[in-house]
């Protein structure tokens, strides 16, 4: 099926206030193209080199999400364009993206990684240190970020019970965080769903899925 099948057949089934993100890593700018032929505007990626190749490529009014791992030296180099940052997960990282916000005169809105599955690759914080991160004095002090929400991936299985338990725990985590809002922490966003989980995130409660070979086909 085409990519604008694809995109056609995933958004018919997005209820209200989930936003979807069009997982674009590894795939050629030519198939990012149909996509946005199709009208999609918001596409996700997990390096930082390749997403700034692709937005220069790439119409303008495309909102880039930055999906994957950042190392703090590669900042400066999305932080002219980016508009979501999913996978922040230290404080030491968020300095650096509110020095290079600064320098670039924004805003930048991240989300918090947070750790939920049972596999030691998955990056992210719990829910102690995510209370202690927002509660910094160093954190407050930081004008050129906006927490906007959290982000999760959950264990590679096949066992749907262990997926919704992690889901569920993220949303948790999400509804005991919101007495902690400040000026530059707003939670409005849970990132979780990917191809393969989608459904089930957005019955936990997701508002931002995360979907890649779905719509682009096999990577
Ligand atoms: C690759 C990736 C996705 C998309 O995965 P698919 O299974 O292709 O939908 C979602 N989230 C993250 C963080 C990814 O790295």
Known sequence: MSIAQN????????????TLV?????KPVSDLRQAYDAGQR?????KIQEMAEKWEQMPKDIEWHMIGHVQTNKVKYMAPFVQLIH???????????NKQAQKNSRVIDCLLQIYIAEEESKFGLDEIEVENLLQSTSFKQMDNIRIVGLMGMATFTDNHNQIKKEFTHLKSIFDNLQKLETNNCQLNTISMGMSGDYPLAIECGS????IGSSIFGGR
């Open 22 to 26: 069009a997982v674009s890593k590894t």
């Open 42 to 46: 918001i596409f996700g990626e997990n």
């Open 87 to 97: 996978g922040v997960d230290s404080l030491k990282l968020l300095e650096e993206i």
């Open 7 to 18: 995109l056609i057949n995933i958004k018919k089934n997005l209820p209200e206030g989930v």
């Open 207 to 210: 508002t931002l899925v995360r």
